[in-house]
């Protein structure tokens, strides 16, 4: 069975970090990018889903990037991504996605998710003091 697992995700407080866990079940993740997104849970005044946010992408034998409070890796031997994030705020609350199974590169569209047809259920991350 395919499947994504997100792990990490928790009640933290401001300023505190996370690192949040992908593992991969079913098909060798190797070849292929990962992105990792979110969502804010719920609808706005308007009624209306909040939209899905992409975070950051890594290509098939990608190496760690970091991007300004984020940091996306990727261990293929344990067939794992992971999203570091630290100096939380309260705008980070969240579910996080990762999402896999599509090209070998992320690709100038990858922000909008609709190249991955593997998905994770996500993993929530709520900030308080």
């Known amino acids: 069975q395919v499947q994504l697992v997100e792990s990490g995700g928790g009640m933290v407080q401001p300023g505190e970090s996370l690192r949040l866990s992908c593992p991969i079940e079913g098909f060798g993740a190797a070849g292929y990018a990962i992105g990792w997104y979110r969502q804010v849970p719920g609808i706005n005044r308007e009624g209306v889903a909040y939209p899905r946010e992409g975070i950051m992408c890594i290509d098939a034998n990608g190496q760690p990037r970091t991007r300004g409070r984020f940091t996306i890796s990727r261990d293929d031997a344990k067939n794992t991504a992971y999203l570091n994030i630290v100096n939380l705020k309260s705008d980070d609350a969240a579910v996080y996605y990762c999402?896999?199974?599509?090209?070998?590169?992320?690709?100038?569209?990858?922000?909008?998710?609709?190249?991955?047809?593997?998905w994770g259920q996500g993993t929530r991350v709520t900030v308080s003091s």
């Open positions: 999402a896999t199974h599509g090209p070998s590169e992320c690709g100038s569209t990858w922000s909008g998710g609709h190249i991955f047809r593997v």
